[in-house]
């Protein structure tokens, strides 16, 4: 609670819980903390640059902040931006938030390259962080790709279309860090757009991003099999970096599986219901990890047969350790969730 009739800034603010039934939106004194010791208002105001002629281009760091930490209040509206303006908010923060209003003709003023200023923000705020000890340095770094489509409801919206789900909205690309969940890189596209569509820049501007940041030790990116590209894999190992990538089950990558030995599948723990099996074979010259399901007892009847779940890697550890740590991939499906629900 903000006692003070001045602006008191984040310093001056100490959050005493004694109910926790009567707190409301206080999570974004943590977040603002972090921005603040970071300097990313200024930061913002340094990349961010609308020419002053344009309406609401003054201001564009304190902005660019107002919408951050709307959207992690809930806000999914310009209109809900106005929960910062809500009890003394604006003292916590530091003084004046913009209204609604104002971030609704800033954000008209954008044009793609103030997107990329954005870009360059989120890449320059990850260094900062990495540098001031949240990075993985020489250490190892898991990186899961996804995309997903975030739908939308105004069908005037630039770039929104209709996808392979039938919903309107758009199809971004994702890259987060699997052990923090942190966003390192993310690109917005078109609702149309094909999973693929973009990746191989995507990779690079990735590539370049964390090793700025100062990631020196190995670096492993996993993606499901919509992200399937011999280019990808080329562009990674010129890098350097590990990579377990997911495989479709076309007729050459069929053939392969039909040809491992019987003897070869090695037995893995699976849920009561199923059971599970491994093995591995070449693929186009790189190795080829497959595992195969199948369910027991009374549900077998659903699902008699086994299925397949392949993906291709140019990792050399044990085959029980390069499984298991693809299958962790879907720990991403729960940052989509997150972002989802910030996402206007």
């Not at 974004?28 to 970071?38: E, H, S, Y």
């Not at 989120?122 to 790709?145: H, S, T």
């Not at 280019?231 to 050459?252: C, D, H, N, P, Q």
Request: aromatic share 6%; hydrophobic share 45%; net charge neutral.
């Amino acid at each position: 609670m903000v006692q003070d009739d001045g602006p008191v800034g984040l310093d001056g603010v100490e959050v005493v819980f004694d109910d926790e039934r009567v707190v409301c939106d206080a999570g974004v004194a943590l977040v603002a903390t972090l921005a603040g010791r970071l300097g990313l208002q200024a930061l913002a105001g340094d990349l961010v640059r609308l020419r002053r002629d344009r309406p609401g281009g003054a201001n564009a760091g304190r902005k660019v902040m107002a919408l951050l930490f709307a959207m992690l209040l809930g806000a999914d509206s310009i209109d809900d931006c106005d929960v910062l303006r809500a009890g003394r908010t604006r003292r916590l923060l530091g003084g004046w938030v913009p209204a609604p209003s104002t971030l609704g003709t800033f954000l008209r003023a954008f044009t793609f390259g103030h997107v990329r200023q954005l870009d360059a923000l989120l890449g320059r705020a990850l260094e900062r962080a990495w540098q001031a000890g949240g990075g993985p340095g020489d250490g190892r770094l898991v990186i899961d790709v996804d995309s997903f489509v975030g739908e939308v409801c105004g069908r005037l919206k630039q770039g929104a279309a209709y996808g392979y789900t039938r919903l309107l909205g758009y199809h971004p690309i994702l890259a987060t860090r699997a052990d923090t969940r942190e966003a390192l890189h993310i690109r917005l596209r078109k609702g149309s757009a094909n999973t693929q569509k973009g990746i191989l820049r995507f990779c690079d501007e990735l590539i370049t991003r964390v090793e700025r940041a100062g990631a020196s030790g190995t670096k492993l990116l996993r993606a499901d099999s919509g992200f399937w590209n011999t280019k990808v894999f080329e562009r990674l190992e010129r890098a350097g970096w590990r990579y377990s990538i997911g495989v479709r089950m076309i007729k050459t990558i069929r053939a392969a599986v039909e040809a491992i030995d019987e003897n070869a599948w090695q037995q893995i723990d699976y849920p009561e219901e199923g059971e599970a099996q491994i093995a591995e074979t070449v693929y186009a010259g790189r190795r080829l990890v497959v595992r195969r399901t199948r369910l027991l007892g009374a549900q077998a009847e659903l699902w008699p047969d086994w299925r397949h779940f392949c993906l291709i890697t140019n990792r050399d550890e044990e085959i029980a350790l390069v499984e298991a740590e693809h299958r962790d991939h879907a720990v991403v499906e729960q940052v989509i969730a997150d972002l989802k629900v910030v996402m206007p």
